[in-house]
């Protein structure tokens, strides 16, 4: 069974940090370019950064551009998204997503739950 569960997300003060975590099981993660997205009350679902798996590149929206750090451990099957320097328009549920094949240019295809997360003082 395909799943992506993100955890890691939480209520943190401005100008703080969080670390989000999306495990995979059921195939093997290295296989896929894996995103961030993040979509916040009354707005459309956003991508926040993405990971190819044919080359590491990475891509940051311009929101999010040396704040948020994303990678992979290959070993443990998930990708991380650290997040900081948090801002409160940052707030928003959070998901991964596999893409279809190993370059961020391709669609999204399996993706998490999400992940609340909530910057506010």
């Known amino acids: 069974q395909v799943q992506l569960v993100e955890s890691g997300g939480g209520l943190v003060q401005p100008g703080g940090s969080l670390r989000l975590s999306c495990a995979a099981s059921?195939?093997?993660?290295?296989?896929?370019?894996i995103s961030w997205f993040r979509q916040a009350p009354g707005k459309e679902r956003e991508g926040v950064s993405c990971?190819?798996?044919?080359?590491?590149?990475?891509y940051y929206a311009d929101s999010v551009k040396g704040r948020f750090t994303i990678s992979r451990d290959n070993a443990k099957n998930t990708v991380y998204l650290q997040m900081n320097s948090l801002k409160p328009e940052d707030t928003a549920v959070y998901y991964c997503?596999?893409?279809?094949?190993?370059?961020?240019?391709?669609?999204?295809?399996?993706w998490g739950q999400g992940t609340q997360v909530t910057v506010s003082s």
């Open positions: 997503a596999t893409r279809a094949r190993r370059t961020c240019s391709s669609p999204p295809r399996y």
């Open positions: 990971i190819s798996s044919s080359d590491g590149s990475t």
């Open positions: 059921g195939f093997t993660l290295d296989y896929y370019a």
